[in-house]
């Protein structure tokens, strides 16, 4: 069993950053490969990013390739979320994901063992 508590979540302007954060818990965490979804109102949950876990390959949805960064901390359990030039489109809950499953690009919602409760995102444009 595997609990996801994310963190950072708030409100920025448009054209900033925000770091969120994803603290695991268990022995396990680098044997699992980690991602981040986020769902907007009235839409689907949406892939972001994801990360092996090692840490060595990463992987981003074209929404948001070259303005965010994932990574992790496996000393730490820990997964970031580094979001910079945001966009009002960018506005939803993030979730944290942990999967045991590889993938060599993006994820499905139901790729995913253990999710996060989510923590909101709110960019003003």
């Known amino acids: 069993q595997v609990q996801l508590i994310e963190s950072g979540g708030g409100l920025v302007q448009a054209g900033g950053s925000l770091r969120v954060s994803c603290a695991a818990s268990g022995r396990t965490f680098s044997s699992y490969h980690m991602a981040w979804f986020r769902q907007a109102p009235g839409r689907e949950r949406e892939f972001v990013a994801r990360?092996?876990?090692?840490?060595?390959?990463?992987y981003y949805a074209e929404s948001v390739k070259g303005r965010f960064t994932i990574s992790r901390d496996n000393a730490k359990n820990t997964v970031y979320l580094q979001m910079n030039s945001l966009k009002a489109e960018d506005t939803a809950v993030y979730y944290c994901?942990?999967?045991?499953?590889?993938?060599?690009?993006?994820?499905?919602?139901?790729?995913?063992?253990?999710w996060g409760q989510g923590t909101q995102v709110t960019v003003s444009s």
């Open positions: 994901a942990a999967t045991r499953v590889y993938s060599g690009s993006y994820y499905y919602p139901k790729d995913i063992d253990y």
């Open positions: 990360i092996t876990g090692s840490g060595t390959n990463t």
